[in-house]
């Protein structure tokens, strides 16, 4: 690899970008951002390298973009090699997938104008190639270990914020998907104003489709969940506690008192255990369906049989998930903190409830339930603002220009 330190604008930029997930691997919203912005970012004329974590039964690399020759850009993934050793612990495997992403980034042998890394969990890699080849740094963080935990109350707690601080100190720019988000680096991490971008995610709406030929069996589809007299009341998120499924198993017996005909569907993956036995626990068992990981297909069926999505979220950046079910034409219910506040307005594209309060939650399902008018504008209102507002077309041209700010002023120093 070779820097470029030339004096003249790049008449096409290439990217270095590194990520811990990327599909197939994907934890959470972070792979989806990625996966999704670096494709927009190839559309448009930059080349994008994607380096990110090994995935078992997927190539060392693989060009994603263009499909056929003679389109501009590029977007190529690259994966580091597997651990060579099992990790003894988080932080080993941490430090091995820093060392495989060095070392699938510099044997690439190519230049670049910008390294872009995604959170904490690359910050070693991130801050080794900027350092040793002199190349300018952005990174997006799209959470902070403080706002996850409530503070920091560990040692390891500590480290991962420590590298959240060194990954934005050594940054050109820092970048944030919501106003939320830009508020707590500067806060927590000291980030001068000056160097903070506030980026909003977008939504792929063609991943939202139901293609015709599964349109006929959505009707089977949603028996699979819930009797035709029944509303589907649904969830998606990891199985974290900062997410709140938690809080919402709590509040079923609450929207069941109110209306009796209902079936919560959540999904995501991680351990449920704690959950089931939550549900059992209120009588409520048989009302609540624990689906794990599930495929983007039935993921986006469920967003087109389910009656309300709800996201009672206890710290939540910014709330890819909610977007995609307003996207989709889902009535949403959202907890009122972080980018929630930004991304649904009460009562006008969905409905705020009191974070970490079951009680409120299930007054919020119940409003959706008892006012299907109502909610169905609301629903409306919201999928043609997230068509419009919310795009990665947009998201890359606002990054872009991130970029540029930065190659220009790399220029005159």
């Given at each position: 690899m070779?820097?470029?330190?030339?004096?003249?604008?790049?008449?096409?930029?290439k990217v270095l970008m590194l990520a811990w997930e990327y599909p197939p691997r994907i934890v959470g919203g972070l792979a989806r951002h990625v996966s999704e912005l670096s494709l927009a970012l190839a559309k448009a004329g930059v080349a994008v390298e994607v380096v990110t974590a090994h995935t078992p039964g997927t190539p060392a690399a693989e060009k994603l973009w263009p499909r056929r020759s003679g389109k501009p850009g590029k977007l190529m993934v690259r994966r580091a090699p597997p651990e060579p050793i099992h990790p003894l612990d988080f932080m080993t495997s941490i430090h091995q997938l820093n060392f495989g992403l060095l070392q699938q980034a510099l044997s690439s042998g190519l230049r670049f104008h910008i390294i872009h890394a995604h959170d904490w969990l690359t910050a070693q890699a991130a801050w080794t190639l900027k350092q040793g080849l002199g190349i300018p740094l952005v990174c997006t963080i799209h959470a902070t270990e403080y706002g996850r935990q409530e503070g920091i109350h560990n040692p390891l707690q500590s480290y991962i914020n420590a590298s959240e601080w060194l990954l934005t100190y050594e940054?050109?720019?820092?970048?944030?998907?919501?106003?939320?988000?830009?508020?707590?680096?500067k806060r927590v991490l000291s980030v001068p104003a000056e160097k903070v971008r506030?980026?909003?995610n977008g939504v792929e709406l063609s991943r939202l489709r139901i293609p015709p030929r599964e349109k006929k069996n959505l009707k089977e589809f949603r028996l699979r969940w819930a009797a035709p007299e029944e509303k589907i009341v649904f969830f998606a998120g990891r199985m974290v506690r900062e997410k709140g499924a938690h809080i919402l198993v709590d509040a079923v017996p609450r929207v069941l008192s109110a209306w009796p005909k209902v079936k919560f569907v959540i999904v995501g993956g991680g351990w449920t255990g704690h959950l089931a036995a939550?549900?059992?626990?209120?009588?409520?068992?048989?009302?609540?369906?624990?689906?794990?990981?599930?495929?983007?297909?039935?993921?986006?069926?469920?967003y087109a049989v389910a009656d309300v999505a709800v996201f009672p979220s206890l710290y939540e950046p910014f709330g890819i998930v909610a977007l995609e079910a307003m996207a989709a034409g889902v009535p949403v219910v959202t907890s009122d903190i972080g980018g929630f506040r930004?991304?649904?307005?009460?009562?006008?594209?969905g409905i705020h409830t009191w974070a970490n309060n079951a009680d409120s939650l299930a007054w919020g399902i119940?409003?959706?339930?008892?006012?299907?008018?109502?909610?169905?504008?609301?629903?409306?209102?919201?999928a043609k603002e997230v068509k419009t507002h919310y795009t990665w077309k947009k998201v890359a041209q606002?990054?872009?220009?991130?970029?540029?700010?930065?190659?220009?002023?790399?220029?005159h120093k």
């Open positions: 070779k820097t470029d330190r030339g004096k003249r604008a790049p008449k096409s930029l940054s050109w720019r820092v970048i944030c998907c919501s106003e939320f988000m830009g508020e707590e680096v506030v980026i909003p939550q549900a059992s626990a209120l009588g409520v068992g048989n009302r609540v369906i624990f689906t794990g990981f599930i495929s983007e297909e039935d993921l986006r069926r469920l930004e991304v649904v307005r009460h009562r006008e594209t119940v409003e959706v339930l008892r006012k299907p008018e109502e909610a169905a504008v609301r629903a409306l209102r919201a606002r990054t872009l220009a991130v970029y540029n700010e930065i190659v220009s002023e790399a220029k």
